[in-house]
């Protein structure tokens, strides 16, 4: 396995997982971040995203993210929802109906993004990037297709620095996780048990910090519930 990243084994295990929990991935999502997902991702697109910009949404699901662009930023971006799972991208007409935006669908993987380098003015990633096989490699890719000046916009689960904080928000994905998911969707929730296993392969904020340092001229790294959820802005 690499050592940042799910590895190509686990990672495949994790999309049958996130195939079989699409019609409650957001409802219970929402739960599991204590109702704080959005306000973590608006938090971090007003700072990343502005008027006229072309925009990929990697990791898109069904394009919450990209909502949340038209919603608090502007109409007049261009959107490509980019997901390795086809069943996610299908939902997106429906999602954004009556909504007057333009917008393009791909389906793929981090570590292989099928544009020209230079060809975005923001790349949205939200709690999307931690399922990367390779996550140096994703992070290439994601600085490749940017253009000078721009944005990599990561919203997701931290994992805390400190010890404490890192023990208790481990309980929390451990133990606790799987009973909010239960509360809220019934038996389709269980499978989210699988985001602890995604957590344990997730890089230490400091680490994750110098990870996209190697590659980016600046990362605004933002940490929140004690560092378990995380903002981060890294810049071309």
């Known amino acids: 396995m690499n050592s940042h990243g799910l590895g190509s084994t686990y990672w495949s295990e994790v999309i049958k997982i996130l195939r079989n929990i699409i019609p409650v991935y957001d409802?219970?999502?929402?739960a599991i971040?204590?109702?704080?997902?959005?306000?973590?991702r608006i938090e971090g697109i007003l700072k990343s995203v502005f008027p006229g910009n072309k925009v990929l949404d990697a990791g898109s699901g069904y394009g919450n993210m990209s909502k949340l662009v038209l919603d608090n930023v502007s109409r007049d971006v261009t959107l490509h929802f980019y997901d390795p799972i086809p069943e996610m991208l299908n939902g997106?007409?429906?999602?954004?109906?009556g909504y007057d935006a333009r917008f393009h669908m791909c389906s793929g993987i981090f570590e292989k993004i099928p544009f020209k380098s230079e060809s975005f003015?923001?790349?949205?990633?939200?709690?999307?990037i931690r399922d990367a096989i390779d996550l140096e490699k994703a992070f290439e890719e994601i600085?490749?297709?940017?253009?000078?000046?721009?944005r990599f916009l990561i919203v997701d689960l931290g994992k805390p620095d400190n010890i404490l904080a890192r023990i208790l928000v481990t309980a929390y994905l451990?133990?606790?996780?799987?009973?909010?998911a239960f509360l809220t969707a019934g038996k389709q929730g269980l499978p989210f048990r699988t985001l602890y296993g995604?957590?344990?392969?997730?890089p230490k904020n400091n680490d994750l910090n110098q990870l996209l340092s190697k590659k980016f001229s600046k990362v605004d790294f933002r940490k929140k519930l004690?560092?378990?959820?995380?903002?981060?802005?890294?810049?071309?």
């Open 92 to 97: 997106i007409p429906g999602n954004f109906k």
């Open 174 to 180: 451990k133990y606790i996780l799987v009973v909010v």
């Open 33 to 40: 971040s204590m109702g704080k997902d959005n306000q973590f």
């Open 143 to 150: 600085h490749r297709v940017l253009k000078v000046d721009g």
């Open 198 to 202: 995604t957590y344990l392969r997730w």
């Open 27 to 30: 409802k219970v999502n929402s």
């Open 121 to 128: 003015d923001a790349v949205i990633c939200g709690y999307s």
């Open 226 to 236: 004690l560092g378990g959820a995380i903002i981060v802005i890294s810049y071309k």
